[in-house]
């Protein structure tokens, strides 16, 4: 399978190329980043710092070598990640998109093109976050109603968008749990009346130092609670997944897929 890693030096660009540069089942044809940045025309290896070279360039232009490969794994911007979507959808190139802080608009566009390409989206790559979002759509289920729902999420102080793609994600499915739509029920900050009404999710989004990722939703009963908690150490976890997604998805029809597609959830 060849593939494409947009953004080879960001945090995921760089574990994504290191992780596929490691496997077998992988073959790097070039890395995407943007125009003027140093390491264009050099190896993809000395970019992402592989430890050695892999024999492919790094370009600034996905157009000039989006015909060599046979699917592009995107962890970039919202707005690069928009030019991705399109060039992959004029050259019918299978796309694993992971940048998360989309729109709803933007993120129709995603489904959209699951009518004309293999394209899957995935707000979180991690295995253990897509086991626990079959924990919360249990839990909504039967006592999402009852309980006062909060979700906190903390990231590091670089990341662009709040709340999460993995919380938005996941309030999606509590919401749709209880038979409602996240955007009737989604609560940001400890605003307003309290206490809030029951069956609505409350977001709250800590930015701070280094911290990969973590995510808990607590379900406040009287007298006791229930937590249902992740933390990455690293954003390894989230590369190998990106890694799976691409691979899964080689060869495929067109269709949107999703990483619990990958993980048969
Ligand atoms: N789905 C998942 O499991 C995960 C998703 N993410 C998401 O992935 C995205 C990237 O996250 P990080 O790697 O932490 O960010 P980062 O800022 O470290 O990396 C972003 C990369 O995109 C590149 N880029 C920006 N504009 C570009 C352009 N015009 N052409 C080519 N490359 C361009 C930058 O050069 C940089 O290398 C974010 O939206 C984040 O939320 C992050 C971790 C896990
Ligand atoms: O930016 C990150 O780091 C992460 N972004 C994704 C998100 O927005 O949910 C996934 C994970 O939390 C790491």
């Given at each position: 399978m060849k593939l494409i890693v947009v953004g080879p030096r960001g945090k995921m660009g760089k574990l994504i190329t290191q992780i596929a540069a490691s496997r077998d089942d992988i073959e790097l044809v070039a890395g995407v980043a943007p125009k003027g940045r140093d390491y264009i025309g050099k190896d993809l290896g000395q970019a992402a710092?592989?430890?050695s070279?892999?024999?492919?360039?790094v370009v600034d232009d996905l157009s000039s070598v989006i015909d060599d490969c046979d699917v592009i794994i995107d962890f970039s911007t919202k707005e690069?990640?928009?030019?991705?979507?399109?060039?992959a959808l004029e050259h019918k190139k299978a796309l694993v998109c992971g940048t998360t802080g989309f729109t709803p608009d933007e993120m129709q566009r995603f489904r959209d093109a699951g009518k004309?390409?293999?394209?899957?989206y995935a707000a979180n790559t991690s295995k253990l976050v897509n086991v626990i979002n079959k924990l919360l759509e249990v839990a909504a289920a039967?006592?999402?109603?009852?309980?006062?729902?909060?979700?906190?999420?903390?990231?590091?102080?670089w990341k662009k968008d709040a709340p999460s793609g993995t919380s938005k994600e996941m309030g999606e499915i509590m919401a749709h749990a209880m038979g409602k739509e996240l955007a009737d029920v989604a609560v940001y900050g400890r605003q307003g009346v309290s206490p809030?009404?029951?069956g609505t999710i409350g977001y709250h989004s800590l930015r701070a130092g280094n911290i990969p990722?973590?995510?808990?939703?607590?379900?406040?009963?009287?007298?006791?609670?229930m937590e249902i908690t992740h933390h990455s150490y690293n954003w390894e976890c989230f590369a190998r997944g990106a890694c799976d997604c691409a691979v899964f998805l080689a060869g495929k029809e067109a269709g949107f897929y999703t990483i619990k597609d990958v993980l048969h959830l």
């Open positions: 710092m592989t430890g070279d892999l024999g492919v360039p690069m990640a928009m030019e991705v979507l399109a060039l004309e390409i293999p394209m899957l039967v006592i999402g109603e009852e309980a006062d729902i909060e979700i906190l999420e903390m990231h590091d102080q809030r009404e029951k990722s973590s995510h808990t939703v607590y379900f406040g009963f009287m007298g006791e609670r």
